[in-house]
């Protein structure tokens, strides 16, 4: 028997380099702000643990590794944008695939390729927040997922997003964000009231990120609470998760980051007559990542990272790590600057 899971796209969105990510910050308007923008994102490299198998041997009966290829595309156009205010929409694409295949003891192909669309709508809007500049903004996003395990497996969800961010001082900003998630699953073998992972996930986040060294190194330090509320019990849980993130522009157009994470979760428990009692009450996520990223041209860049995964729970069935290595090319488009 083997744990099936649908791979998490934001373990591969994050490794967008981070001068790419996100719509244009209204702190940098003096630079005028763009219509349009798109950004193309190739990526090859090495995944060792595709279906996120835990260590316990019986469950390791197949191919667990193997490389991959994935294409993001991320476009959005401004219908309004001033001085202190941006609206408009945008639309993502993700593509991923993997080279190796494998059949579970079913004999169903078991093919983790992913497809992901999403469409978005957000507005933007700058003022003062106690003498300070501030910015907050708010984004409705559809996800739509397809992944073929077991005959076909995908996900909708809807996702709100309001946020806030001010410049308390010359080198310093604190932020704090608010998600709500709803999602809907389809899979086929799904067990109503145990494996159901329908629900809503809410997450509270709030961060600060210290500029220096002349503004071309900064330090990010955020926290977060999620609670997933799913119909499901087996896939219910809340927690409690740091994060940290240097970046540097290390020698002329080389630059790189490192970061670094901590999650702990708690869980109802799991039901399965092969798993002794009480099951998973609890699991600790740790998540690393390294980049560098080498600029070759205005608004091309080149880049390698390797992340490594590890979840530790209180029973040995959910212990897993996870090795990723690859290389990538960053393609970032825009429409003349203009200054409103």
Request: glycine fraction near 8%; charge should be neutral; aromatic fraction near 12%.
């Amino acid at each position: 028997m083997k744990r099936k899971h649908v791979l998490p796209v934001l373990l591969i969105a994050m490794f967008w380099p981070a001068a790419v990510r996100g719509e244009t910050s209204l702190f940098d308007v003096d630079n005028g702000i763009p219509l349009w923008e798109l950004r193309l994102r190739p990526v090859i490299g090495y995944d060792d643990n595709v279906p996120f198998a835990p260590r316990q041997t019986f469950y390791v009966n197949a191919e667990k590794e193997s490389p991959f290829a994935s294409l993001m595309v991320d476009g959005l156009a401004r219908l309004i944008r001033t001085k202190d205010t941006q609206i408009g929409a945008g639309l993502a694409f993700q593509k991923l695939w993997f080279l190796d295949r494998e059949s579970d003891s079913s004999g169903d192909p078991n093919d983790y390729d992913l497809t992901v669309l999403s469409p978005r709508v957000f507005i933007r809007r700058r003022f003062d927040g106690l003498g300070r500049p501030a910015e907050a903004g708010f984004t409705y996003a559809y996800r739509h997922e397809w992944v073929q395990i077991r005959n076909g497996s995908f996900s909708r969800s809807h996702h709100l997003t309001w946020d806030v961010t001010t410049e308390v001082m010359k080198n310093l900003e604190l932020s704090a964000d608010y998600r709500a998630s709803f999602w809907d699953y389809f899979h086929e073998r799904l067990t109503p009231g145990l494996h159901d992972k329908d629900g809503t996930t809410q997450n509270v986040g709030a961060s600060a990120k210290l500029y220096f060294n002349e503004r071309r190194s900064s330090f990010l330090a955020r926290y977060d609470y999620t609670n997933e509320d799913t119909h499901g019990r087996d896939f219910k849980w809340y927690g409690n998760k740091i994060t940290g993130r240097l970046e540097s522009k290390i020698i002329n157009r080389l630059s790189g980051a490192v970061q670094a994470s901590w999650q702990d979760r708690n869980y109802h428990g799991y039901t399965a007559g092969f798993i002794p009692a009480p099951g998973r009450k609890s699991l600790e996520v740790t998540e690393c990542l390294a980049q560098l990223v080498y600029g070759l041209a205005p608004g091309v860049s080149l880049d390698v990272f390797a992340a490594h995964t590890e979840w530790q729970s209180n029973s040995a069935f959910w212990d897993a790590d996870r090795f990723r290595v690859g290389a990538g090319l960053t393609i970032s488009l825009a429409a003349p600057r203009s200054r409103r």
